[in-house]
T-cell receptor, first 115, second 114 residues
């Protein structure tokens, strides 16, 4: 069964801390994504990567950075956590083949609380 | 500016009846549309999709309808079951060499009453 694994289900961090959220997929997918989910706002794209060492900004990249050194791993970094980054963070991956199902496989999410 | 909108934040329906979820989009470049289902404390799971060359796609109890001229799609669940109680997200995309980004709507919370 294909899997996207996020390293933590729940995290509590202090304002100003540097935070790392890790995501690993075992499907050899080219694309990986980081979204955050907030009530009423749906899922908003933070960053994505379509190849190793490649990254593209999504709709809300401010305050975040990413790293993709290996195909299976995509890390989201909060350089200096703030309370408005309290959210559910979802990692996803997908193939990059025209004509195929564009669907993502999501991880279970990390609920981050910044205090 | 939200390119994908789900105007109903919640929906309550009796078990056995039809659930209809609606979604509107503004970007004419979108050519593929998907619905995801999400339970609390879990990641979204793919439910059903439709290409812009079709106007209907069916999978068991789930049917998605696409009206391109109106930039509108809907998801019908018939019959609704208590296990269908979840948040449903509409999503849209178009092909790009730099990966297939999905743009999601705000979600509709469905409650199916026994």
């Amino acid at each position: 069964d294909v899997k996207v694994t996020q390293s933590s289900r729940y995290l509590v961090k202090r304002t100003g801390e540097k935070v790392f959220l890790e995501c690993v997929q075992d499907m050899d997918h080219e694309n990986m994504f980081w979204y955050r989910q907030d009530p009423g706002l749906g899922l908003r794209l933070i960053y994505f990567s379509y190849d190793v060492k490649m990254k593209e900004k999504g709709d809300i990249p401010e305050g975040y950075s990413v790293s993709r050194e290996k195909k299976e791993r995509f890390s989201l970094i909060l350089e200096s956590a703030s309370t408005n980054q309290t959210s559910m963070y979802l990692c996803a991956s997908s193939f990059d083949r025209r004509g195929q199902n564009y669907g993502y496989t999501f991880g279970s999410g990390t609920r981050l609380t910044v205090v | 500016d939200q390119q994908v909108k789900q105007n109903s934040p919640s929906l309550s329906v009796q078990e056995g009846r039809i659930s209809i979820l609606n979604c509107d989009y503004t970007n004419s470049m979108f050519d593929y549309f998907l619905w995801y289902k999400k339970y609390p404390a879990e990641g979204p799971t793919f439910l059903i999709s439709i290409s812009s060359i079709k106007d209907k796609n069916e999978d068991g109890r789930f049917t998605v309808f696409l009206n391109k001229s109106a930039k509108h799609l809907s998801l019908h669940i018939v019959p609704s079951q208590p296990g269908d109680s979840a948040v449903y997200f509409c999503a849209a995309t178009f092909y790009s060499f730099a990966g297939n980004k999905l743009t999601f709507g705000g979600g509709t919370r469905v409650l199916v009453k026994p």
